[in-house]
C-alpha cells in the first residue's frame, strides 16, 4: 500500500474513535439514558425483532459481557421504556450477567422459578409492568466474551416455556439471523454499562443443578456412546454455517482457513452428533439438536 494511503487509512481511524468517543462518553458519564444508541436503533431493532411476534414472543435483548472486561456490558433490546427503567434503577448491577459467578451458569434461565432477592425481585416485578413477562435466557458462552440472549411475552400464562422448549430451534435461529443483522445495531456495542456494584441475582443458598464433565461423560458411556468430548470453540463457530447448507469450502473461506482444515472440523462435529453424514447432521441441527455440554 503506497505511504500516503496508509497515513490516510489511519487518519480515518483515528477520525472513527474520537468522533465515537465524543458521542457515546456523553452516556457514559452523564446519567442522562436517553444518550444511548438503543433509543435511535429502535427502527431497525424493531425490524430484525418482528418475527418473533409469530411466536408471541414480543420483547427481546442482547447483553455481550467481554472475557477480558466482565464488568462491562453491552446491550440492546426493543424495549426502550423498560431499558430507562432498568438503567435508572441500576438494574444491571443484578442482572445475570453481573452475577460474579455468571460464568458457571446454565445455558438457559428459566426466569419464573428462580428464588430471586431484593432488587433482582424488583426488576423482574418490574419488567412484567412492562409486558416483559415469562422471561427465558440463551447463554452462550466463548472464549472472548458471553452473550445473553433474552425472550420475554406480553402473555400471562407461562405455557409459553412450552414454547420455549419445544421449539428451542426456532429460538437458536432467530439468534443466527440476529447475528447476521447486528452490523444495523454496531453503535449500542460501543457504547458500554459500568456495572458499579456488581452482584449476585439469586439466593447465596440456592445453586442451579450441574454435572461435571465426568458425570456427563459416564452417563453417555452408559448408553454405549464413546469417545465422548464438547465442542471447541471453533466448532461452535463452525454449527451456525453448518446449519444454513454451507459447504466445507464455504467456511474454509468464511473463517480463511484450508478447505481440509474445515472439512476435518466438520467431521468432527458429526462424530459428536453421532451423525452419518453431514446431512443427517444438518437435520439434528435445524430440528435442534444438542450435545450434552
Given at each position: 500500500m503506497p505511504l500516503f494511503l496508509a497515513i490516510a487509512a489511519n487518519l480515518y481511524t483515528i477520525y472513527v474513535t474520537i468522533t465515537t468517543y465524543k458521542k457515546y462518553m456523553p452516556f457514559m458519564s452523564n446519567p442522562s439514558i436517553e444518550k444511548h444508541p438503543l433509543f435511535f436503533l429502535q427502527e431497525p431493532m424493531s425490524k430484525i425483532c418482528n418475527p418473533l411476534r409469530q411466536l408471541n414472543i414480543s420483547t427481546f435483548a442482547h447483553v455481550r459481557v467481554d472475557s477480558k472486561n466482565p464488568g462491562i456490558a453491552f446491550s440492546i433490546g426493543n424495549r426502550p421504556n423498560f431499558f430507562k427503567n432498568y438503567m435508572e434503577k441500576s438494574y444491571f448491577n443484578v442482572d445475570v450477567f453481573a452475577d460474579p459467578n455468571h460464568v458457571h451458569l446454565p445455558n438457559c434461565i428459566l426466569w419464573d422459578l428462580l428464588d430471586l432477592k431484593g432488587k433482582a425481585?424488583?426488576?423482574?416485578?418490574?419488567?412484567?409492568?412492562?409486558?416483559?413477562?415469562?422471561i427465558f435466557t440463551i447463554i452462550k458462552k466463548s472464549k472472548d466474551h458471553t452473550d445473553y440472549y433474552n425472550f420475554g411475552t406480553h402473555l400471562n400464562s407461562p405455557s409459553i416455556y412450552q414454547l420455549y422448549f419445544n421449539q428451542f430451534h426456532l429460538l437458536e435461529s432467530f439468534i443466527d439471523y440476529f447475528h447476521h443483522n447486528i452490523g444495523l445495531l454496531e453503535p449500542a456495542y460501543q457504547a458500554p454499562i459500568i456495572l458499579t456494584q456488581p452482584s449476585s441475582f439469586i439466593e447465596e443458598t440456592e445453586d442451579f443443578p450441574q454435572l461435571s464433565s465426568y458425570e456427563k461423560t459416564a452417563y453417555l458411556r452408559a448408553l454405549g456412546h464413546k469417545n465422548?468430548?464438547?465442542?471447541?470453540?471453533?466448532?461452535q463457530f463452525y454449527i451456525p454455517l453448518i446449519r444454513q447448507g454451507f459447504t466445507a469450502k464455504e467456511i474454509a473461506k468464511h473463517f480463511d482457513v484450508a478447505p481440509r482444515t474445515a472439512e476435518e472440523c466438520i467431521k468432527n462435529i458429526q462424530r459428536k452428533f453421532f451423525a452419518t453424514h453431514k446431512a443427517d447432521l444438518i437435520r439434528k441441527l435445524m430440528s435442534g439438536g444438542k450435545l450434552t455440554e
Amino acid at each position: 500500500m503506497p505511504l500516503f494511503l496508509a497515513i490516510a487509512a489511519n487518519l480515518y481511524t483515528i477520525y472513527v474513535t474520537i468522533t465515537t468517543y465524543k458521542k457515546y462518553m456523553p452516556f457514559m458519564s452523564n446519567p442522562s439514558i436517553e444518550k444511548h444508541p438503543l433509543f435511535f436503533l429502535q427502527e431497525p431493532m424493531s425490524k430484525i425483532c418482528n418475527p418473533l411476534r409469530q411466536l408471541n414472543i414480543s420483547t427481546f435483548a442482547h447483553v455481550r459481557v467481554d472475557s477480558k472486561n466482565p464488568g462491562i456490558a453491552f446491550s440492546i433490546g426493543n424495549r426502550p421504556n423498560f431499558f430507562k427503567n432498568y438503567m435508572e434503577k441500576s438494574y444491571f448491577n443484578v442482572d445475570v450477567f453481573a452475577d460474579p459467578n455468571h460464568v458457571h451458569l446454565p445455558n438457559c434461565i428459566l426466569w419464573d422459578l428462580l428464588d430471586l432477592k431484593g432488587k433482582a425481585y424488583e426488576m423482574v416485578k418490574d419488567a412484567s409492568d412492562f409486558d416483559y413477562k415469562h422471561i427465558f435466557t440463551i447463554i452462550k458462552k466463548s472464549k472472548d466474551h458471553t452473550d445473553y440472549y433474552n425472550f420475554g411475552t406480553h402473555l400471562n400464562s407461562p405455557s409459553i416455556y412450552q414454547l420455549y422448549f419445544n421449539q428451542f430451534h426456532l429460538l437458536e435461529s432467530f439468534i443466527d439471523y440476529f447475528h447476521h443483522n447486528i452490523g444495523l445495531l454496531e453503535p449500542a456495542y460501543q457504547a458500554p454499562i459500568i456495572l458499579t456494584q456488581p452482584s449476585s441475582f439469586i439466593e447465596e443458598t440456592e445453586d442451579f443443578p450441574q454435572l461435571s464433565s465426568y458425570e456427563k461423560t459416564a452417563y453417555l458411556r452408559a448408553l454405549g456412546h464413546k469417545n465422548i468430548s464438547p465442542l471447541t470453540a471453533r466448532e461452535q463457530f463452525y454449527i451456525p454455517l453448518i446449519r444454513q447448507g454451507f459447504t466445507a469450502k464455504e467456511i474454509a473461506k468464511h473463517f480463511d482457513v484450508a478447505p481440509r482444515t474445515a472439512e476435518e472440523c466438520i467431521k468432527n462435529i458429526q462424530r459428536k452428533f453421532f451423525a452419518t453424514h453431514k446431512a443427517d447432521l444438518i437435520r439434528k441441527l435445524m430440528s435442534g439438536g444438542k450435545l450434552t455440554e
